[in-house]
């Protein structure tokens, strides 16, 4: 029985990989007569990039695109698995999960890449010129206007807490945050919830936890759900998602937190022996470039270091100036971060906490 | 003297330089390796403080929960080691069975850890085919369920170390390197200043008349006192001689020529009219005789003289018409043989020389003289003139002139040939030395339809004239 | 005419001494330099020969006084010395002449004599002219154009009588007189000898000594026919 049950576990497993590998794949083919083809597994949703990648063919025609997606832990294990084997994995990584990156260059796994662009990255974004952050997200609350009344909207992470405490009933299982046994990223802005403010971290793991928090895998799950009424809340979701996504539902808003927020960049990792790394920086210097980040800023990612946030967000006028962004730095402390044995604590004292866990069917086995 | 001695050596100033530069260039070599090595052990001390605090951080974070042991490595460990911000961090977090807790499995440090105690003892080692230096930390449990060793290894990359070692490198390098040409500077100035007196010394016997041999005197340092000794020594030597020589020379003269003339004077009035056919045949030879060793005489003299005072006597702008008929009224006696044309022409410019002119003139007398006793049959002329950069006096005469292949014996000394007999061969021998010491030439022009020509040519002065 | 014999060695003195007298010269012979000096000083002479290596003052000495006392009695100086280290030379010092020992005792006469002749013949420039012809009768000297020729006692005289009358004819008896005076025995033929080498040392001059037929001699200005 458990044999077969195994089985069907691996069964699973594969399909999902294969189905992976066939359907997230996109092609975009040279605009011009093909000179060359980069590679890119990334765990940004294709909408995102999209337009980054057509602008990029327009300044470089010669080049067709292999957009592969994946999940931030699915390709952080197949990049792992290609370094140790010495196969690398496509030109480019972009992963929001940069801790994974970063330990993947720590490992060996990375290029170092040096280009006028590259000195335009923030000297906490860059990591020994072989990761680069190159967005600015802010892990922001989203809610559904319908169903949170404007005087019950959180504005800092003890307001969360103290909402889901005083509105325990209203609130029970409509409160959704990502699954960080699953995401990465959830993984990763939980952890440096926890180093921030102990106390209110647990304060506010214990409130979702009682009020029964929804975890999901993607923050794309949570904000249809939100959008749709079906949650109420959503916490730590990635501000590029959630103002796309509040563009499209009017019912979404957006509160960046004004106690602190934590901000994310997504990172960039050029494999070692990657057989085009040269597109592979040709494409990050795009990234960098004033022309990629003007791109990302109308059309990608919305938010800026400098800039002040998209209209139609709560929160801070400027997010660098108010002094409330806490960016992730990229740099050896991740590696904390990535600790398995810290990994596994933190995600078995986090499973504990929420143990009255909402989670899919499938996941629950 | 060899060529070998003769070659030229090297100044004195540039050998220090060269001994100073190469010393100065060794002392910054070693300057620059030490400092290359205490940059390297400062470095490495610095930041194997960072190693070794990560390491006891990470080994104090570890705790026995619910009796497991359970490693939760502080963030702060991790961000102590990320001061060195470009370096790749590996641990290994091993439990008290010897079984990776966490971390990479396969970091090892140089010297197994048992046998390793000290805490603060960091290695070199290779993780990942990357120099590291490792260092590791023990923790003790005594645990009822956990009891004995565990250990945490840390590694780090040597890229911050080895930025700081270069950078503290290049800066000692560089203040190696402003020192070391300070101090070639102040070494190239102080050689200078201490080589003035040579260089005065030089100078003023340079610039010395070639004549003068008063001692030098100029103040030196006592090291070229011996020096300057010496050159006062041989001057003062030297000084003897040429005074003992003009005045043997002067003695000779005087000397040889008074009772010389004593003895033409007691020839001439012994007379020869009261004397036999035979009788007068002996008077004439003795009278022919005495006369040839008055000449010949004078002609050592001055051959002597000239010698002398082409390595005594100043040059100085003359005329060279001036001597030139000076030369000529000397050298023609009345009594010449008045069938003969002798005539002197000059030009109408005055064309100056640097020469002493009592040697030019006696060079000018002992040509014409020649010209007289041994050319001229008819006619005998004595011309100056000048062109742009010479100035030439011609002696012609209508005789047979001298056969091209003895011009070269000609102007030796005492070079006799048969249509010259009788003649010591000293005349062109004295002109000759005279033309070289005034950087001209003596020479002869064939016989031509006018006659044989003996050009004196000396170069033109071109400076001021006082 | 009276010659001061200013001369230290017996032999030589006493040749010098009798030769001049034998031409009828009185001569006062001194050996010693400082009483030579002094006797210049009140005495007057045609000529003095002074010898160089002076017991008592040297030649050069008593050369410097007596032309710092604006004597101008000329002055043949005899030398033994060689010029080794001499800066100035006799001529400079105001010698009219000299003559280094040994030297031949008739050109000792010879230059006696022609001191002597220019010393009373006057110092004012005379130059005379024809054609290129220039004699100038106080220093003696002939110029062709610029050709300074030699010419002997007798020929300058000649050509001196020739010169200062151009064109003129002179008879042959007329130039033995103006040449020998009346005293010398001579010739026509010594005329003809002279005027022939007249003739042949102003070759290429531009006037020529034309013989007038019967009459005697001219000099007549022009290029050679």
């Not at chain 2, 040409?181 to 008349?209: H, K, N």
């Amino acid at each position: 029985m458990i044999r077969l049950f195994l089985v069907l576990i691996l069964a699973g497993l594969t399909t999902v990989q294969a189905f992976a590998a066939e359907d997230n794949k996109t092609e975009f083919s040279a605009p011009q007569s093909e000179t060359g083809k980069l590679t890119i597994y990334s765990t940004t949703d294709l909408p995102a990039m999209k337009p980054l990648i057509e602008d990029f063919q327009q300044t470089t025609p010669n080049v067709s695109i292999v957009y592969i997606e994946y999940l931030t832990n699915e390709l952080n294990a197949l990049a792992a698995e290609a370094c140790r084997k010495h196969q690398p994995l496509g030109d480019l990584l972009l992963s929001s999960s940069v801790d994974q990156l970063l330990k993947l260059a720590n490992d060996g796994c990375a290029t170092e890449h040096n280009s006028p662009e590259t000195l335009r990255v923030a000297e906490w974004a860059n990591w020994r010129d072989e990761v680069f952050g190159f967005t600015y997200e802010p892990a922001v609350f989203v809610y559904n206007s319908n169903k949170v009344p404007p005087a019950e909207v959180p504005r800092t992470h003890v307001e969360l807490a103290d909402l889901l405490r005083e509105r325990l009933d209203y609130y029970r299982g409509r409160v959704g945050t990502y699954d960080i046994r699953l995401s990465g990223i959830g993984y990763l802005l939980a952890f440096n919830d926890a180093r921030q403010t102990t106390t209110v971290f647990g304060r506010l793991l214990e409130s979702m936890a009682r009020a029964s928090a929804v975890a999901r895998c993607c923050t794309g799950e949570i904000l249809e759900e939100v959008a749709r009424g079906n949650l109420y809340i959503g916490y730590n979701m990635l501000g590029s998602y959630a103002y796309d996504a509040a563009q499209r539902h009017p019912d979404l808003r957006i509160v960046v937190p004004r106690d602190y927020t934590l901000v994310l960049s997504r990172g960039a990792l050029i494999p070692k022996g990657a057989a085009r790394a040269d597109l592979g920086a040709a494409f990050l210097d795009y990234l960098l470039s004033e022309r990629g980040q003007s791109v990302a800023r109308t059309n990608a990612f919305y938010f800026t270091e400098s800039g002040e946030l998209p209209p139609g967000v709560d929160g801070p006028q400027n997010l660098k100036e108010s002094g409330v962004a806490q960016p992730i730095r990229i740099g050896p402390a991740l590696l904390a971060v990535q600790d398995r044995a810290q990994r596994q604590r933190f995600i078995e004292d986090w499973a504990q906490s929420m143990i009255e866990l909402n989670s899919p069917a499938w996941m629950r086995e | 003297m060899h060529p070998e001695v003769a070659r030229k050596q090297p100044s004195l100033f540039a050998r220090l330089a060269r001994r100073i530069s190469f010393v100065l260039g060794i002392g910054a070599a070693l300057l620059v390796t030490a400092a290359w090595y205490y940059a390297e052990t400062a470095a490495n001390k610095a930041y194997d403080r960072l190693l070794v605090g990560a390491a006891l951080q990470m080994a104090e974070s570890l705790s026995v929960e619910d009796g497991i042991l359970t490693a939760r490595l502080p963030t702060s460990a991790f961000e102590l080691l990320g001061l060195a911000d470009r370096d790749r961090i590996f641990y290994r977090v091993i439990d008290t069975h010897g079984q990776t807790l966490t971390g990479y499995d396969d970091l090892k440090t140089p010297t197994p850890l048992e046998r390793a105690q000290d805490v603060l003892n960091v290695e070199e080692g290779f993780y990942k085919e990357e120099p590291v230096r490792i260092a590791h930390a023990t923790r003790v449990l005594a645990d009822p369920a956990v009891s004995g060793r565990a250990y945490v290894i840390v590694a780090q990359t040597n890229e911050a170390r080895l930025a700081l070692t270069r950078e503290l490198t290049l800066r000692a390098t560089i203040l190696v390197f402003v020192m070391s040409l300070l101090a070639f500077a102040g070494a190239m100035l102080a050689i200078r200043y201490a080589l003035q007196p040579v260089e005065r010394l030089g100078t003023e016997v340079r610039s010395r008349d070639p004549h003068d041999l008063t001692p030098v005197s100029v103040d030196v340092p006592r090291e070229l006192d011996p020096f300057v000794g010496s050159i006062n020594h041989f001057m003062g030597r030297l000084n003897e001689r040429v005074d003992l020589l003009q005045r043997f020379i002067a003695d000779a003269a005087h000397q040889i020529r008074t009772p010389l003339t004593a003895l033409t004077a007691q020839i001439d009035l012994l007379g020869a009219g009261r004397l036999d056919k035979a009788g007068r045949q002996h008077f004439d030879r003795v009278k022919e005789r005495t006369s040839e060793l008055s000449r010949l005489t004078n002609q050592l003299l001055s051959h002597a003289m000239v010698i002398h005072r082409a390595d005594s006597v100043q040059l100085e702008p003359v005329s060279l018409v001036d001597v030139a008929r000076r030369a000529y009224r000397a050298a023609i006696p009345i009594t010449v043989d008045p069938d003969i044309v002798i005539s002197f022409e000059a030009p109408d410019e005055r064309p100056i020389i640097l020469g002493d002119a009592v040697s030019l003139r006696e060079a000018i007398v002992n040509v014409i003289d020649n010209a007289l006793r041994h050319g001229t049959d008819q006619r005998l002329e004595v011309r100056v003139r000048a062109s742009a950069m010479q100035g030439f006096v011609e002696v012609e005469d209508d005789g047979p002139g001298i056969p091209p292949e003895s011009w070269a014996r000609a102007t030796q000394r005492f070079a006799t040939s048969k249509s010259h007999e009788g003649s010591s061969g000293l005349g062109f021998a004295i002109a000759q030395e005279v033309a070289k010491a005034h950087g001209g030439t003596l020479s002869f022009n064939a016989r031509g339809r006018k006659g044989f020509t003996v050009v004196l040519t000396v170069p033109l002065y071109k400076g001021e004239v006082k | 005419m009276r010659i001061l014999l200013v001369e230290d060695t017996l032999d030589v003195g006493e040749a010098i001494a009798r030769r001049f007298e034998a031409t009828g010269h009185a001569v006062d012979w001194e050996t010693n330099g400082r009483n030579a000096s002094e006797i210049i000083d009140f005495t007057e002479y045609a000529l003095v020969i002074l010898d160089v290596m002076l017991p008592g003052m040297d030649g050069f000495e008593i050369l410097k006084r007596i032309r710092k006392s604006g004597n101008i009695v000329p002055v043949l100086v005899l030398t033994a010395r060689s010029e080794i280290d001499d800066r100035v030379g006799a001529l400079d010092l105001g010698a009219d002449d000299y003559l280094v020992k040994p030297f031949d005792f008739r050109e000792l006469e010879a230059r006696a004599r022609v001191l002597m002749r220019r010393h009373t013949g006057g110092e004012a420039t005379n130059l005379i002219k024809c054609g290129d012809i220039a004699v100038d009768r106080a220093s003696r000297s002939v110029h062709v154009g610029k050709r300074e020729v030699q010419l002997k006692r007798r020929e300058l005289t000649l050509l001196e009588v020739l010169v200062a009358r151009p064109g003129r004819v002179f008879s042959k008896d007329e130039l033995l007189d103006q040449i020998f005076g009346f005293d010398e025995a001579a010739n026509a033929n010594a005329i003809e000898l002279y005027i022939g080498r007249l003739r042949k040392k102003l070759e290429g001059a531009r006037a020529n000594i034309v013989t007038v037929r019967g009459l005697g001699y001219q000099l007549v200005p022009g290029d050679a026919p």
